[in-house]
């Protein structure tokens, strides 16, 4: 009795401390340190327990939300009051979670997610997103409507509240169980654009029911897609202008990760308060656009510490999102009747047949037409039962009764079912979803990842092995010892050989899997070349894609689809053919001259990366694959070099200055790089002070920034190139001076038709520079720098007899059928000239079996 008054004293002291400093900013800064230590040890927890994270802390807050329901059972109502106003009456409201909160989670989802892999499945992506948000809102509506005796328009409010995913728990799972990455690609992605589409429909669903507009089908969808796709155009505008600011922050990691948090806010108000669209939608389209963009624009070393930072953000944010929202369940949940828990039970059942039949009634047809890769029963089963909701369901569900538009009653039909609806897909999918993996079979790596486990973890063993053995005998310590540390492991290595040799891939398997390793190795040599700067961003953003689709292309279609992607890669980007668009039938250089500029340094950079790969094909695959293997990949590597060599050396010959010009600047900047790697050595073995390495690094730096890269010029001065043809090198200056006013200077790039046979013959072409290719109906014939074509077609009037191709860059002078009989009628000393050096040339000719005459013909 003493005992239990000397409790209730000192509860009560408490409770008067809490209710004097309840409205004390303060004291709601200790409630919410109070809440991140409990998400802290939540997490040790939960892997203990081996439950999702997402549930434990759904645990915790509904707990504290019943808290005072409990007490109350016992005789504590009254000193139990004040505590449960702690946390339910805290100054946080669905406004709060959706402009404070949900611009962190969303930013942070969008530059997590890697943009090329999940464009592998952008159509089951898209179908899952926001088709079956637009199907699970209709279905759950209509299953409700009969049922609810509430309008429709608030069943569909309903079920854009409860369409909402929550990935967070799914992927813990998944990643703790090893499942598939596809799985875990689809669900992300899903959730990625499920969560920016429901909240979209659920902002036009609601602004219907506030404007008392009589619902129309038509209307609100066209409504969603204005709000859906304006948001989305807004936010990869907003993440490209960032991206164009990065660069002025000179590496600042600090600086550029506060840009990045003020984008993310920034768009959001931008968007739902001046442009009126979806917030949401704009956030994840920055920071998509950051995902895609930054890799190539952000050093490697900063890159890492903003998606570290993001991540952290997140989480905090989403575990008090959890906490918080579950804290409110008891009083959303409110009292719940036999009438209610009928309707979560139709809910619930609306909501997985919705699933179902987006993965099984409407993904075959995109497997059919070829839209996706088929995904398997096993992975669209476990997609259905991992569609779990959470606190972001919760918000919207707090949103709903937090709005005076829609009555008490309304108001406690989606609290109800959509918290019901919430506990139910955590408690229960939640706790299962590993179940149900290891019974689909998901848990389980593929053969060839199992294959390339075993071969990386051989080679780790015996490397290993040697290592012990070679410490023992430094330190002389005992043979028994040795062996007993390298008995497991031989005996490992053994199992694997053995396994190896019982369960051996196909060899055409086995080449595909050396090929994606040696795809991803680029992948990292190439964040090497951002990191030492060595490449600009957008040569760096090109590489990387072609990195990312030598693995699409081999793991799809093994060899072949190596070698088909390594050409794509050398093929001319739309870019540079809107620049030559551009410059063909406009007459502007400077878009072609910049991507010129650009391909030579992709080019240049390509065959650094491939002889650096051949390298570590031969140091380092070959002891995992094995030397047949090895030896099957250089094959394929050399023949990649061979053509990425031809390409570069074809810019080489007509640009010799500027591609040395580049070569210097390479070197300059690996000297850079080995210079700072020495000053960073010497600084961590505590050779120089902090204060002198800073100076050096920033000697360095200022180095770097102080040297662009060259300026090219595609070279088209009409008299520079009249000086490269000597069929015009007897004329004197006047001469040449009018026939340069006659002449007009042409870019030709490889495989370009110049002639086409049939055409009408209205100019003569003079090769000042480069190669092109008669292609005549018995032969093909070669010409060169110094050659001419098309003169007899231009003075006999004839259509032309041959196609004519460039082989190579060239620059052409263009000489019109009125302005080179003007110039010859007007010049006869000219005319006398050109016949004469066209008379040498074919004496000179005359061995080639009549191929003047055949030229002619053109």
């Excluded at 031989?490 to 055409?508: F, I, N, T, Y």
């Amino acid at each position: 009795m003493c005992w239990n008054l000397c409790i209730q004293s000192t509860w009560l002291l408490w409770i008067s401390i809490i209710a004097t400093t309840m409205l004390d900013t303060a004291f709601v800064l200790i409630v919410i340190t109070a809440l991140l230590v409990v998400v802290g040890l939540c997490q040790p927890l939960a892997a203990h327990l081996r439950l999702p994270p997402p549930v434990l802390l759904a645990v915790v807050g509904v707990s504290l939300g019943g808290f005072p329901a409990v007490m109350s059972r016992i005789g504590w109502s009254t000193q139990t009051d004040v505590f449960a106003d702690i946390f339910t009456e805290l100054p946080v409201s669905s406004g709060t979670f959706i402009y404070v909160f949900l611009p962190l989670l969303v930013f942070e989802a969008g530059i997590a997610t890697d943009v090329r892999r999940m464009l592998e499945d952008a159509a089951p992506i898209l179908l899952l997103a926001v088709v079956a948000t637009l199907i699970t809102t209709a279905l759950i509506g209509l299953a409700l409507w009969p049922l609810s005796g509430v309008p429709l328009v608030f069943c569909l409010l309903l079920g854009a509240v409860v369409s909402t995913t929550d990935p967070a728990a799914v992927i813990a799972i998944f990643r703790d169980i090893g499942a598939p990455a596809r799985l875990t690609r689809l669900v992300e992605g899903e959730a990625l654009l499920n969560d920016a589409a429901a909240i979209a429909l659920f902002a036009v669903l609601l602004g219907m029911i506030v404007s008392a507009r009589e619902p129309n089908i038509g209307t609100g969808l066209y409504e969603f897609f204005i709000s859906f796709i304006g948001g989305g155009a807004l936010g990869l505008l907003a993440g490209r202008a960032l991206l164009w600011v990065i660069p002025w922050v000179r590496d600042d990691r600090l600086a550029e990760a506060t840009l990045t948090l003020a984008l993310a806010y920034g768009v959001f108000i931008a968007a739902e308060r001046l442009f009126h669209v979806s917030g949401i939608v704009a956030v994840l389209g920055a920071g998509l656009a950051i995902s895609a963009l930054g890799r190539s624009r952000i050093a490697p070393y900063n890159w890492s510490f903003l998606t570290d930072l993001w991540e952290q953000i997140a989480f905090w944010a989403r575990s008090l999102i959890f906490v918080l929202a579950s804290i409110l369940v008891p009083r959303l949940l409110g009292d719940v009747g036999i009438h209610e828990a009928l309707l979560l039970v139709a809910l619930i059942v609306a909501a997985f047949a919705a699933r179902a039949l987006v993965l099984f009634g409407l993904m075959p047809p995109l497997e059919l037409f070829k839209l996706t890769q088929p995904i398997g029963p096993a992975y669209k089963l476990s997609i259905i039962w991992g569609g779990l909701r959470g606190a972001l369901t919760l918000v919207l569900a707090l949103a709903a009764t937090e709005n005076p538009a829609l009555g008490p009653e309304i108001q406690r039909f989606i609290a109800a079912l959509a918290t019901g609806f919430v506990l139910f897909t955590l408690f229960v999918n939640g706790t299962t979803l590993r179940l149900v993996i290891a019974l689909l079979g998901l848990n389980r790596l593929s053969p060839r990842i199992q294959v390339l486990r075993d071969r990386v973890l051989a080679l780790a063993y015996s490397e290993v092995v040697d290592s012990v053995r070679d410490m023992a005998q430094y330190h002389a310590l005992a043979q028994s010892a040795v062996e007993h540390v390298i008995e497991p492991y031989q005996a490992w290595v053994a199992a694997a050989d053995a396994r190896d040799d019982a369960e051996r891939l196909p060899e055409r398997d086995r080449l595909a899997i050396a090929l994606v390793a040696l795809a991803n190795q680029e992948r990292v040599l190439v964040l090497e070349m951002r990191a030492d700067q060595i490449a600009s961003p957008a040569t760096v953003q090109v590489l990387l894609g072609i990195s990312d689709t030598l693995v699409e292309g081999t793991r799809a279609e093994g060899r072949l689809g190596y070698r088909r992607a390594a050409e794509a890669g050398l093929s001319f980007p739309i870019a540079f053919r809107v620049a030559y668009f551009l410059y063909r039938y406009f007459g502007i250089q400077r878009f072609l001259a910049e991507r010129l500029a650009d391909r030579v340094e992709l080019l240049l950079m390509m065959q650094l990366l491939v002889d650096r790969i051949v390298s570590f094909n031969d140091e380092r695959l070959a002891a995992v694959f094995g030397e047949r293997l090895a030896e099957l990949t250089k094959e394929i590597i050399e023949h990649r070099r061979e053509e990425v060599s031809g390409a570069f050396d074809a810019l080489r010959r007509q640009y010799p200055d500027y591609v040395a010009a580049l070569e210097v600047r390479f070197l300059r900047q690996s000297a850079l790089r080995r210079e700072m790697g020495r000053y960073q050595a010497l600084f961590e073995e505590g050779l120089i002070p902090q204060e002198l390495f800073d100076d050096l690094r920033r000697g360095i730096g200022s180095t770097r920034a102080s040297e662009p890269r060259p300026r090219f010029e595609i070279g088209l001065d009409t008299h520079r190139l009249i000086e490269r043809l000597d069929i015009l090198s007897g004329l004197d200056e006047p001469q040449l001076e009018r026939v340069a006013k006659l002449l007009r200077p042409r870019f030709t790039v490889p495989n370009e038709r110049i002639i086409r046979r049939g055409d009408r013959g209205d100019a003569v072409f003079f090769i000042a520079s480069g190669a092109v290719e008669v292609r005549l109906s018995a032969r093909r014939i070669r010409l060169g720098s110094g050659d001419f074509f098309g003169e007899m077609a231009l003075l006999a009037g004839q259509p032309r007899q041959a196609d004519v191709v460039a082989l190579t860059y060239c620059r052409l002078l263009v000489l019109r059928k009125a302005d080179f009989e003007r110039f010859l009628a007007a010049n006869p000393d000219a005319r006398e000239v050109i016949n004469r050096v066209a008379a040498e040339r074919l004496s000179m000719n005359q061995g080639d079996g009549n191929r003047t005459r055949e030229i002619a013909k053109l």
